[in-house]
């Protein structure tokens, strides 16, 4: 298998614009999570899904990020509009529950 | 609620010296308890899982942790460290299967292994 997939792998961007990242996770895996890591906040779970569908978004920084499972083979994260403390490295994550984790390779986002 | 905490974010040891990181958790529950290892520039990989059963568990690359209960400790270790073991290193928990954790895990604040030749 090809393994958590993520798209982009890096994104410059301006502060205002929008930005989606993407992520495909392992198939037959049911259960999907978006991470952020930063610096100063280490390691943040923003939200998961199971079965496609949203289990909790408590993580989500503020209304700005928005998340989506369409499918079981897809997922974006969406900022809308982005700021320059939006800047890090966001994870996908997938696990056939209750199994391991995997972690996808990230999207380095630099908003300036 | 569960938490992690990893004493020391900087480990520094010699190429075949002894790899020690240590982690502690709190959980209401029975936990899951893992250590995951990040490569520079890469996502996050598991080294090894602790879920039922033999408190002793072996993982990738030589390392092993051991679950204590009494102490509430999952330490990493390594009897000879290499230069390629030079990453940083989370401990997570989660709950035992049921509810709707899903496998959601709640991470440490990692700790940065240098390796000295």
């Known amino acids: 298998d090809a393994g958590v997939i993520q798209s982009p792998r890096h994104e410059v961007t301006e502060m205002g614009q929008e930005v989606t990242l993407r992520c495909k996770p392992i198939s037959g895996h049911n259960s999907l999570f978006w991470y952020r890591q930063t610096m100063m906040r280490g390691l943040e779970l923003l939200i998961y899904?199971?079965?496609?569908?949203?289990?909790?978004d408590s993580g989500m920084p503020e209304d700005r990020f928005s998340a989506k499972m369409p499918n079981a083979s897809f997922s974006t994260l969406k900022i809308q509009p982005s700021e320059p403390r939006d800047s890090a490295v966001y994870f996908c994550?997938?696990?056939?529950?209750?199994?391991?984790?995997?972690f996808g390779p990230g999207t380095r986002l630099t908003v300036l | 609620a569960q938490s992690v905490t990893q004493l020391g974010s900087h480990v520094s040891v010699s190429e075949g010296a002894l790899v020690l990181l240590r982690c502690n958790y709190s959980?209401?529950?029975?936990?899951?308890l893992f250590w995951y290892v990040q490569y520079p520039n890469q996502g996050l990989q598991l080294l090894l899982k602790?879920?039922?059963?033999?408190?002793l568990v072996k993982g990738i690359n030589g390392f092993e942790a051991e679950f204590k209960k009494s102490e509430t400790s999952f330490h990493l270790t390594k009897p000879s460290a290499h230069m390629s073991d030079a990453a940083e290193y989370f401990c997570a928990v989660s709950v035992v299967p049921g509810g709707t954790s899903y496998g959601k895990l709640t991470f440490g604040q990692g700790t940065i292994l240098t390796v000295h030749p």
């Open positions: 959980s209401s529950v029975p936990p899951y």
């Open positions: 899904f199971n079965n496609n569908v949203p289990i909790d």
């Open positions: 994550a997938s696990n056939s529950y209750p199994d391991t984790q995997y």
């Open positions: 602790y879920t039922t059963g033999a408190t």
